[in-house]
């Protein structure tokens, strides 16, 4: 009887090692896939980051007509995009955005970021402590903004500020702006 107890004992150890180097054969295979996409996203759309895949899957999903967001660089950032006053700042011929003269103007300061950073990241908490409000103030600032921006029908098709899957803030762009 000792012998078919260990006999069984054997067998439950062998398919139990089978199922384990069958799953890591799929994983291994999965995980080929997913480089071969990456690679493939990368070379045909020039997608490198999270956030650049988020927004393409994301247009794929709606079957977006409209050119994906990309994100402004200081290299990319168009020269007509100014401060025409202290609380007026310009998109080109696309419109421009007013804010309240005062010196106590959250969104004006924190507009003011993004636009220095000029289509890089403005972290959360950095914005937080320049303006001296709290973390969640800053979010929901953040949040007027593109909201703001989203409610002007000239602007709305073209501009826009996101989150960042690092807990910040970018201004965003429609790529067919850079192309004109």
């Known amino acids: 009887m000792g012998i078919d107890i260990q006999h069984e004992f054997l067998i439950a150890i062998l398919k139990s090692l089978q199922w384990v180097f069958v799953n890591l054969w799929y994983l291994g295979v999965i995980l080929a896939v997913l480089i071969g996409i990456q ?42 995009f100014v401060w025409l006053t202290p609380i007026e700042f310009v998109f080109g011929k696309y419109g421009s955005i007013s804010f309240r003269n005062g010196d106590n103007n959250n969104n004006r300061n924190a507009f003011q970021l993004l636009t220095e950073a000029k289509g890089g990241e403005v972290r959360v908490q950095k914005t937080a402590n320049l303006l001296n409000i709290p973390d969640s103030q800053t979010r929901v600032t953040m949040n007027d903004l593109s909201q703001r921006l989203q409610n002007d029908p000239n602007i709305a098709p073209f501009i826009d500020v996101i989150t960042t899957h690092n807990g910040g803030y970018k201004l965003a762009i429609k790529a067919d702006i850079l192309k004109k």
Request: net charge positive; no cysteine.
């Open 39 to 80: 690679i493939y996203l990368a070379k045909k759309y020039k997608i490198t980051t999270v956030d650049e895949l988020v927004y393409f899957v994301i247009s794929l999903i709606k079957k977006d007509k409209n050119p994906p967001i990309i994100y402004l660089a200081k290299d990319t950032f168009p020269k007509d």
